[in-house]
């Protein structure tokens, strides 16, 4: 079983930062892939970011390339989502997600582990 608590979200102002935080339990959280998702009032889970198990691999959505960082620190047992330039539209709940592999996935059907998620709101 894998326990994940999402924190770091709340209110910034367009063009500012913030960054989030997923403290997961379990020995083996070195070897989980990890991703962030958000999900907005009245639409669906999108997929953000996601890391590999060793952090040599990425992958961002297109709308949050260039300004959005995903990292992890497996001696803290953490995966960090570093936000910049933020726009009203990345206004949502951020979760945090464990797959339990080692390579990155897009697919949020394919991470069994979820955080109860942190909200993220951007004003313009």
């Known amino acids: 079983q894998v326990r994940l608590v999402e924190s770091g979200g709340g209110l910034v102002q367009a063009g500012g930062s913030l960054r989030l935080s997923c403290a997961a339990s379990?020995?083996?959280?070195?070897?989980?892939?990890m991703g962030w998702f958000r999900q907005a009032p009245g639409k669906e889970r999108e997929f953000v970011a996601a890391?590999?198990?060793?952090?040599?691999?990425?992958s961002y959505a297109d709308s949050v390339k260039g300004r959005f960082t995903i990292s992890r620190d497996n001696a803290k047992n953490t995966v960090y989502l570093q936000m910049n330039s933020l726009k009203p539209e990345d206004t949502a709940v951020y979760f945090c997600?464990?797959?339990?592999?080692?390579?990155?996935?897009?697919?949020?059907?394919?991470?069994?582990?979820w955080g109860q998620g942190t909200q993220v709101t951007v004003s313009s």
């Open positions: 997600a464990a797959q339990l592999r080692y390579y990155i996935t897009v697919h949020a059907a394919n991470y069994p582990y």
């Open positions: 890391l590999s198990s060793n952090g040599g691999s990425t």
């Open positions: 379990g020995r083996t959280f070195s070897t989980y892939a």
